[in-house]
């Protein structure tokens, strides 16, 4: 990964100047509870110090303590109250200092707060954000990409989007969304790039992935910090002649199976890349999805460039190992072209 | 802080506990029948003999008021208004059923007419969650207060202390029943704690905390009503805990063989409704007539629930399919009971700053505690209340747990206001221990002031071997900690803050 990532969206219209993607999500919690009172926020650190990572810099002051809850360090009380708060129409927006910290409250998370609906008829419009990703040496409790836990939990909705305006406006929407939405923030990403945001009070919608750069010899699909690596690679093969197609999911469930069949059908080759690990990674959810709905239109296998089946490791040699890169992902799209 | 219990009940609020445990106890009984003739889908867990802890619990709440019951609360869900025929339909997996069949026993709720969470099984969960109601029935400036019930068996869990540190850092409206039935499947209570009282946990929290004879429903009213009072005046959450016992297995499958006989016959003969009966009779209010005509009452409309809810159909396979997702067919607005503008900037805006009386530690103000062995604050010696409570009780209806505290600390602005100053008379100790334990520390007799422990000398043999060159920090090979690029990885400083 380089730290001057390309510019991936298309919806640049200067207005106050470019912001980072924690600016970005620290603007989507202002405007939102500014617009709505019923939006509150909770979670640890989040009010005098600002949150570890400065996201709710600020929220205390504007919205005081009723509206910004600093708790204890209690995952699973976190996430149950947000809960309780939302069954009397509250939308509260629960923060993990890191991701990785959900594992705490899983229980909540998959069989409360998840299940209600279908049970019992009774929504939980909660959003549970948080910093997530490696490639920062943050080593295996500060890196994690659990994504695929919840993916695999029906009445959930998860998001991780990729540019600084994507995380205002899929924000803005899980915050507005009736169902308990995760949203996670890759740390890598939070102040290595910035982006103008669109003006106004926009939105981007949830399960809709973008194509991000057009190309007709594969398909690669992506999202979050490996969407930006896998623009870099793609930079590299058409230096080669090698035209590939870039999708960025930016949610992950629900999934937006049709802009990727699409694609495929397009280009015959599908590349899937992501820093979560191998085994139970989307990338296997979406070779089957492939496998299903667009057989017939492959020219070769579906090839996967992932983190390895390991923990996140520490050391910089050891997490560089770990994670996909650049030349990975060139290596593997130039296999799969020569089909 | 703590007033005398002077609830009266009326004649007619009497006779409302006792139909409601009545019909609690007759509705069980006849979910036992039907699951002996195999119309129960899945287990059936029974509460019978542990009626006067739904009904006298529940009964203390107002309608505006949440519950959230545990499968053993089928008597809350009946005061709370729920029809028997949602218990029965439930229990059958029919379509007319709450969940229209997707959840079985008391695993239902009603957020809007009635307030009522639904419990999953995993147990304490649902004490975060009614927090989180309290804190937001707060909010909105509804005046609520939650209640929910905890087994002596999930009182282990870790929802149950994350939920109670919430709940007590927050001032929550909340009321906890820690239904003590004895047995947690088959693990009975000294094998799980290795404390008498349940109760005494409050102390842990600073939550207040009594316990009740949990088969003297007038006890378990009362004491409740003043809890739920409590609360609503600013000054909770609050924690009951009742002692009762669980009369038949887990479930219908486990026949507690592993209860010894004797502990059986004792509770028997403390039965709820026939020590009720007694009550209400000895204390002249209702006669043969009234209880028959009650009785009656009863079995005429659970003859149509019962009749209802076996007539009804299953639900139809495609059912399975839908409503794992809230599209629009759920509007979502809370009530609001007080002005948008009080939350809304510029009034919600503050000085975002702690502030020395935020700080109590470094304004020595609560510099007390440890584990109580040298401490000498008072603790509140067992009192018991005079109560109107029916008879055969061998301890008091009610008592206060022993380590029932008085909050002193201060209390965070944005919170209810209420909370009792620290009594002057009450000398601070520093750190549990006594002055003399200062003189102590500073004493030669103190082996901590000698020299013994003072580092001798290393030997040479504990120093590190010079290391082998290979091993040293030589130049490190240049791709180590940089990327592809040959830029270090971390340029923002940021990126590493908060971890913990």
């Not at chain 1, 991000?212 to 002649?241: C, F, Q, W």
């Not at chain 2, 399919?321 to 009080?342: F, L, M, P």
Request: glycine share 8%.
């Amino acid at each position: 990964m380089s730290h001057t990532a390309p510019n991936l969206s298309s919806k640049t219209v200067p207005t106050s100047g470019p912001i980072t993607m924690v600016d970005a999500i620290r603007q989507a919690m202002f405007e939102e509870m500014e617009r709505d009172p019923a939006v509150v926020a909770i979670g640890e650190d989040i009010g005098v110090y600002g949150g570890a990572f400065k996201v709710t810099d600020g929220l205390l002051a504007k919205f005081g303590r009723e509206r910004v809850i600093e708790t204890p360090i209690a995952e699973t009380a976190i996430i149950g109250a947000a809960c309780g708060m939302s069954f009397l129409g509250l939308r509260p927006v629960a923060e993990m200092q890191f991701i990785d910290f959900i594992a705490c409250c899983f229980n909540q998370v998959t069989n409360f707060v998840a299940k209600s609906h279908y049970l019992w008829g009774a929504p939980v419009p909660m959003v549970i954000r948080g910093p997530s990703g490696g490639g920062v040496h943050g080593g295996p409790f500060h890196s994690a990409n659990p994504e695929m836990y919840f993916v695999h939990t029906p009445g959930l909705k998860v998001i991780y989007p990729s540019t600084p305006s994507d995380a205002k406006g899929l924000l803005k929407s899980a915050i507005r969304d009736n169902n308990p939405v995760l949203f996670f923030e890759h740390k890598y990403l939070y102040r290595r790039l910035k982006e103008e945001m669109p003006p106004g009070d926009y939105t981007v919608p949830i399960g809709k992935a973008i194509v991000r750069r057009p190309g007709r010899d594969l398909t690669i699909v992506s999202y979050a910090a490996m969407a930006h690596t896998s623009m870099e690679a793609a930079v590299e093969l058409a230096k080669e002649g090698i035209e590939a197609e870039v999708i960025d999911l930016r949610t992950l469930l629900p999934l937006d199976k049709d802009t990727i069949l699409s694609s495929v059908k397009k280009t015959n080759k599908l590349l899937v890349v992501h820093e979560d690990t191998r085994t139970g990674g989307i990338a296997g959810e979406i070779a089957a999805l492939v496998f299903e709905g667009a057989f017939d239109d492959l020219d070769g296998p579906v090839a996967r460039v992932t983190a390895l089946d390991t923990p996140v490791p520490y050391s910089p040699p050891l997490e560089e190992r770990f994670l996909p890169n650049t030349e990975k992902v060139v290596a593997a799209a130039r296999e799969l072209a020569k089909y | 802080m703590t007033q005398p219990l002077t609830q009266t009940l009326t004649r007619e609020q009497h006779l409302d506990l006792y139909y409601y445990m009545q019909l609690n106890r007759q509705l069980e009984e006849r979910m036992v029948r039907l699951f002996r003739q195999n119309k129960i889908v899945g287990g059936l867990y029974s509460s019978l003999g542990q009626e006067a802890v739904s009904v006298g619990t529940c009964y203390a709440l107002e309608k505006r008021d949440w519950i959230a019951p545990m499968i053993r609360n089928i008597g809350a869900l009946l005061v709370k208004g729920v029809p028997p025929r949602d218990i029965f339909t439930q229990h059958m997996a029919k379509f007319t059923s709450p969940t229209l069949g997707k959840d079985g026993t008391s695993h239902f709720g009603d957020l809007k007419v009635r307030h009522i969470v639904s419990p999953i099984s995993m147990l304490g969960d649902l004490i975060p969650v009614m927090t989180g109601v309290a804190m937001a029935g707060r909010y909105l400036g509804q005046n609520i207060v939650a209640l929910t019930w905890i087994g002596d068996g999930g009182s282990s869990t870790g929802a149950f202390h994350e939920g109670l540190g919430l709940a007590a850092s927050q001032r929550a409206p909340f009321v906890l029943i820690i239904e003590n039935n004895q047995w947690a499947y088959s693990t009975p209570v000294s094998r799980q704690v290795p404390i008498q009282n349940l109760a005494d946990r409050g102390a842990a929290y600073g939550i207040a905390s009594v316990i009740v004879d949990g088969n003297d429903v007038v006890a378990v009213y009362q004491a409740s009503k003043e809890a739920v009072n409590e609360c609503r005046a600013g000054r909770g959450p609050r924690i009951i805990e009742v002692k009762t016992m669980r009369m038949r297995g887990h479930a219908q499958h486990d026949p507690a063989e592993y209860v010894p006989k004797e502990m059986f016959e004792y509770w028997k003969a403390r039965d709820p409704l026939t020590l009720y009966e007694k009550y209400l009779t000895g204390n002249k209010i209702w006669d043969a007539a009234a209880k028959s005509e009650i009785d009656a009452r009863i079995e005429r409309e659970l003859d149509v629930e019962q009749k209802f809810a076996e007539d009804s159909p299953l639900p139809p396979p495609e059912l399975a399919e839908e409503g794992v997702y809230c599209d629009g067919c759920h509007k979502i607005e809370a009530d609001w009971k007080r002005a948008k503008s009080e939350v809304s900037p510029p009034k919600s805006s503050i000085d975002p700053t702690w502030r020395l009386k935020d700080l109590p530690a470094y304004t020595q103000a609560t510099i007390t505690g440890g584990n109580g062995a040298k401490n000498s604050a008072p603790t509140q010696p067992p009192a018991s209340v005079a109560a109107p409570a029916a008879a055969a009780a061998t301890v008091p209806a009610v008592q206060k747990s022993a380590a029932a505290p008085e909050r002193a600390e201060l209390q965070p602005e944005h919170l209810a206001a209420g909370v009792a100053a620290e009594d002057p008379a009450v000398p601070r100790v520093p750190f549990g221990r006594g002055p003399k334990d200062k003189a102590f520390r500073q004493s030669p007799e103190n082996p901590q002031n000698k020299p013994a422990y003072s580092r001798a000398p290393k030997e040479k043999s504990f120093t590190r071997p010079p290391q082998e060159k290979s091993f040293s920090k030589g130049p490190r090979n240049k791709s180590f900690g940089k990327n592809a690029q040959g830029k270090p990885f971390t340029k923002n400083p940021q990126d590493k803050q908060g971890r913990r």
